[in-house]
């Protein structure tokens, strides 16, 4: 079972990974609809977007050249509530070599570590060494309201990377 469908399209400039919709992405079926998520406000800060858009136009992205999905398709809620086996690498996997954005975004180093299969702590902000199929790597810190590290600058280093052709 998909709990928020994939948005996904050839040619994009990078793909966003969650860990897992949250409760109210979930119950609103919209990405990043959270109070107090920071997602749709740090893209304009940054530059991704032109404006700041609101959850339920997150299909508005692919103007953008941006997609969205989440490692744990099928799971609901925080990352400390999810199992090892919500997380489908092979399925995120299959997905960016199907359809090759330049750039994949993992949105917090819970979903970067689930995929990498490596402690969080061993996962740095920023560009990483490894790829996904041709895609370059980066992790950005949680936009999650709950996140109490947060910080924009690995968001900017992404977006000027993305800015670059």
């Not at 590290?149 to 900017?156: D, F, G």
């Amino acid at each position: 079972m998909t709990i928020l469908p994939d948005l996904l399209a050839p040619g994009l400039d990078v793909v966003i990974v969650g860990a897992a919709a949250g409760k109210t992405s979930a119950a609103r079926q919209c990405y990043y609809a959270g109070a107090g998520n920071r997602f749709w406000r740090t893209l304009h800060e940054v530059g991704l977007t032109p404006a700041e858009l609101e959850p339920t136009e997150y299909a508005r992205l692919l103007d953008y050249g941006i997609g969205l999905t989440d490692l744990a398709k099928g799971a609901i809620g925080a990352d400390a509530a999810l199992r090892p086996e919500d997380f489908d690498r092979m399925r995120l996997r299959a997905v960016i070599k199907a359809a090759p954005p330049r750039f994949v975004a993992f949105n917090g180093k819970t979903a970067a570590a689930r995929y990498f299969d490596l402690p969080a702590a061993k996962i740095s902000y920023g560009r990483q060494p490894d790829t996904i199929g041709l895609a370059a790597v980066y992790v950005c810190s949680s936009t999650s309201a709950a996140n109490g590290h947060w910080s924009q600058k690995p968001w900017e280093e992404l977006a000027r990377a993305v800015g670059q052709r």
